[in-house]
Structure formats: C-alpha cells, structure tokens
C-alpha cells in the first residue's frame, strides 16, 4: 500500500511538474512575440521621426527663398526712386516762368516729388540731380544788308531754390546764357533769318524735405518759346 501511494503521488508531481513546464514553454514564445513587435514599432517610430526632420531640412531653403523674394519686393515697393519729369509750354498769365506740366506726353512723377503752383516740392532730405531746358526760336531778321546790324539776343534760363535750410528767400541755383544773332552767318539760322538754340543745365545738390524749386525765364523771351514737345523740360530724380 504504502509503494502504491507513492507511486501515487509521484505521478502527481510529475504531472504539476510538466503542467509548469508547459506554461513556461507557452509564455516564452508570447515573450518573445512582445519583444519582436515593441521593437518593430520602436523602428517604424524612428523611421518617421527621421523622415520628418529630412522633409523639413529640404522645405526650409524653399520657404527661406519665398520669404526672401517676398522682402525684396516689398523693400523694392518701399524704395522706390524718386523722379519727375515736366514739360514746358508757353502761357500768357505767367509772366516769369514757363509753364510746367505734368502727365502730359513723356511727363510723369513717383516717389513723392510733386508739382504745386509751377514748382516742384521736394518729399525729404537727400541728393538729388536738379535739371532744365527751355528752347527759343529767334528772329535775327534785319533791314539792312550789313550783317553788322543783326542784333544780338540773349537767351537765358534759371532754377532757383527755396528752402528752410537758410533765408527765407529763393537762389539761383543754376543759370545759363547763350547768345545768338551773331554777327556772322551760321547755320543755326534758317532762310527766314530765324534762330533756334536751347538752354540746358543740370547739376547734383543736396536738397531736404519741404525745399521748393522753380524756373525763371526773362518775359521777352517767353513769347519765343518753342511749345513742341520734348524742346522743354524741368525735372529732379532722387541718386
């Protein structure tokens, strides 16, 4: 009796032991299973992590590009040139000064630079290059045969500056003469005994903010003004 219940209990050992056995051998694999799928999920996390920060490194010279094209027309819009461009007429109530024009033919203006009661009114302090003609027609027709007695006319032109920067007065800032009916024949004169000279000059000043410029002109010579395009002109553009 007592071999048998050994015997007995022996089986019941090896069986418990087996049993343990068994579920160790089934939990190993399910262990493993784990690892093998938490490392591949790790991987596929780095993977996309890296991804990301490489598609942001190959955006960032584009976006840096737009940002930059985008500054530059801005600063281009900000920036722009001051510039004005006038013709010149003849007009019976001016009595001094040619008559400017702008938006008319090749006139324009931008940047700030205006014309206000015949002159032009500077937007802010800066160098600016200053310039003007005026072109005449002139009758050097004469009675007698002598060349001797063709007269001789002077023309001449004047810009001249008004500012808060000293006396409240306006100065000649630029002025030129030129003389015509010279005593000699020329070609500048036509068979009718007509002379046709211009009067240009140009210079660089610096001009601020509120000065005013204008032209003189002598009255007698203002009815000898030439009234075709592109002879006349009065303008400043910001350097």
Aim: proline residues 3%; negative net charge.
């Amino acid at each position: 009796m007592e071999g048998e219940c050994m015997v007995v209990l022996d089986t019941t050992i090896n069986k418990d032991t087996e049993k343990q056995a068994t579920q160790r051998t089934q939990r190993e694999p399910r262990s493993k299973l784990t690892m093998v799928l938490l490392a591949f999920t790790l991987c596929l996390a780095a993977t996309a992590a890296a991804a990301l920060v490489v598609n942001r490194r190959a955006e960032a010279p584009g976006q840096n590009e737009d940002n930059f094209d985008l500054h530059h027309t801005l600063r281009q819009i900000s920036n722009v040139r001051a510039a004005i461009h006038l013709q010149g007429v003849h007009n019976y109530s001016r009595k001094t000064s040619v008559e400017w024009q702008k938006d008319v033919d090749q006139s324009h203006s931008q940047g700030g630079l205006e014309l206000n009661n015949n002159e032009i009114v500077i937007p802010r302090d800066g160098l600016y290059f200053v310039y003007s003609q005026a072109s005449f027609r002139v009758d050097c027709s004469s009675d007698a045969d002598d060349m001797s007695s063709h007269p001789m006319v002077h023309l001449s032109h004047t810009v001249q500056r008004w500012s808060h920067s000293y006396a409240p007065k306006y100065v000649t800032i630029l002025h030129s003469i030129r003389t015509v009916c010279q005593k000699t024949t020329s070609s500048d004169s036509d068979e009718d005994g007509n002379w046709y000279s211009a009067v240009y000059m140009g210079a660089v000043f610096n001009l601020y903010a509120g000065d005013r410029l204008r032209t003189k002109t002598e009255e007698a010579m203002l009815e000898k003004l030439e009234d075709e395009p592109g002879k006349n002109f009065f303008g400043v553009f910001a350097l």
